[in-house]
């Protein structure tokens, strides 16, 4: 009977080691693709945003927490300098953020319109960043979390 759960025990132990493997090479693999598109788009930032792999000018505003995480709610700044639909606070319809989806936010030191430096990359060292999972998506926000706070 010992044997038998041990047995067991090292076969799940096992699985568990290679679906972990797995799960690195995948996040590797994909950190690379989007840290190579990150940077190729410090030549022209917009293009980020109008292939909707990025947002930029969101103003957060705290909506409360769940399960000591804290939500944010991104929309537009007022001041942004882009902007999408009837009354400018939309974002764009073709925007490819979904719940559960990892993103980095970066602090714009000098208010809406500052991604356009290298300093504001997500890549950069001494950029400030913050990283967060969507929670919710609507017309004209994305809801995230924060861990920790």
């Known amino acids: 009977r010992s044997r038998k759960r041990t047995a067991t025990y090292s076969a799940l132990a096992a699985y568990h080691n290679e679906w972990l493997h797995m799960l690195e090479e995948e996040y590797r693999a994909e950190e690379s693709e989007v840290i190579g598109r990150i940077d190729s788009s410090s030549d022209d930032p917009l293009t980020s945003e109008l292939t909707g792999h990025a947002l930029f000018d969101m103003l957060p505003s705290r909506r409360g927490l769940i399960h000591s995480e804290e939500i944010y709610r991104l929309s537009k700044a007022r001041d942004a300098s882009t902007s999408y639909g009837r009354n400018g606070g939309e974002l764009p319809s073709d925007h490819r953020f979904g ?18 430096g290298p300093a504001t990359l997500p890549t950069n060292k001494d950029a400030v960043t913050v990283e967060a999972r969507v929670l919710n998506v609507g017309p004209a926000y994305l809801e995230v979390t924060v861990p920790g706070g």
């Open 99 to 116: 719940p559960n989806d990892a993103v980095t936010m970066t602090l714009q030191p000098r208010g809406s319109g500052d991604f356009f």
